[in-house]
C-alpha cells in the first residue's frame, strides 16, 4: 500500500494546531487502510484453504475438517482483533474532530468611533399638490329649544306711602328712580337674580339663590322665605310694620 508523507520532526520543527490534527486524522485513515489489508489477507486465505483461490504452480489435497476448522479459529481471532482495533481508532477520530473545534475566545475591546460620514445632498423639494375639492356643506343641525324668558323691566313700582298706594315711575332716559316718605332714592329696576321688596325702611332687592322657590324677606319676627313665580316678578311684596307681607300686583 502506498506510504503517507509525514515530515520529519525533529526538535526545530513547530507545527499549528490545525497542521496536528490534520496529521493525527491521516494516521487513522492509514491505520484503517492496513486493517482493510488485514481483512482481504484473512479472506485470500479462507479462499485458498477451501480451494476456490488458485496459485498458479501451487496445488495442495483437499484440507480435513480438523484443518478446516483451526482455519476458522484463526480468522475469528484475527477479526476480534481487528474489531477492537477498529474500535480504538473510532474513538479517537471523535477526538479529534471535537478537538479541531476551535474554542470562542472573549470579546476584544470595542474599537474606536470611525469619522463621521459628509452629509449628503438635500433633497429638493417635491411639487405642491393640488388643492382638493371642497367639502359640502353638513346639514343643518337641529333647532334648540326656546330658553325661558327673562326678566321684564317694570314701567313703574307700586309703594304704600302711608296708607295710599302710589306707582313711581323712573324719570325718561334712567333706569332708577326716588320713593317719596321712604328716604331711599334710586333704587334700580329689578333683573335677574333679585326680588323686589318693599320693607319699612325702603325698596330693596334681595338676592335668591340659584334654584330656589322663594326669597327670604325679613319681618320683625324674623326671616320668611316668600314663594316667588318662576317666571319672574309679577308682584311687589309689602312688609307692614306689624310683619304682615302684602304683594301688590305691578303693573305692566
Known amino acids: 500500500m502506498s506510504q503517507a508523507n509525514v515530515p520529519n520532526i525533529t526538535p526545530s520543527f513547530t507545527i499549528t494546531r490545525e497542521d496536528a490534527i490534520t496529521m493525527i486524522i491521516s494516521s487513522i485513515a492509514m491505520e484503517e487502510l492496513a486493517l482493510s489489508h488485514i481483512l482481504n489477507a484473512e479472506g485470500e486465505k479462507l479462499q485458498y484453504v477451501l480451494g476456490t483461490l488458485t496459485v498458479p504452480g501451487i496445488c495442495l489435497p483437499p484440507p480435513t475438517v480438523g484443518e478446516l476448522l483451526a482455519v476458522n479459529e484463526s480468522i475469528l481471532k484475527t477479526l476480534k482483533e481487528t474489531m477492537k482495533k477498529d474500535w480504538i481508532l473510532s474513538n479517537k477520530l471523535e477526538m479529534a474532530l471535537e478537538a479541531s473545534k476551535c474554542p470562542t475566545g472573549t470579546t476584544g475591546i470595542t474599537g474606536p468611533t470611525g469619522p463621521t460620514s459628509p452629509t449628503g445632498p438635500t433633497t429638493p423639494t417635491g411639487p405642491t399638490s393640488p388643492t382638493g375639492p371642497t367639502t359640502p356643506t353638513g346639514p343643518t343641525g337641529p333647532t334648540r329649544p326656546t330658553g325661558p324668558t327673562g326678566a321684564t323691566f317694570l ?10 298706594l302710589g306707582c313711581e315711575t323712573p324719570p325718561p332716559g334712567t333706569a332708577c328712580y326716588d320713593l317719596p316718605n321712604t328716604g331711599v332714592t334710586c333704587i334700580s329696576q329689578p333683573t335677574t337674580g333679585c326680588v323686589l321688596v318693599a320693607l319699612p325702611t325702603g325698596v330693596t332687592c334681595i338676592a335668591v339663590p340659584p334654584g330656589a322657590t322663594c326669597v327670604p324677606i325679613p319681618i320683625p319676627t324674623g326671616i ?6 318662576p317666571i319672574g316678578q309679577t308682584c311687589l311684596p309689602i312688609v307692614s310694620v306689624t310683619g304682615e307681607i302684602i304683594c301688590l300686583p305691578i303693573p305692566l
Open 224 to 229: 320668611t322665605c316668600y314663594p316667588i313665580s
Open 155 to 164: 314701567p313703574c313700582v307700586p309703594v304704600l306711602n302711608g296708607s295710599a
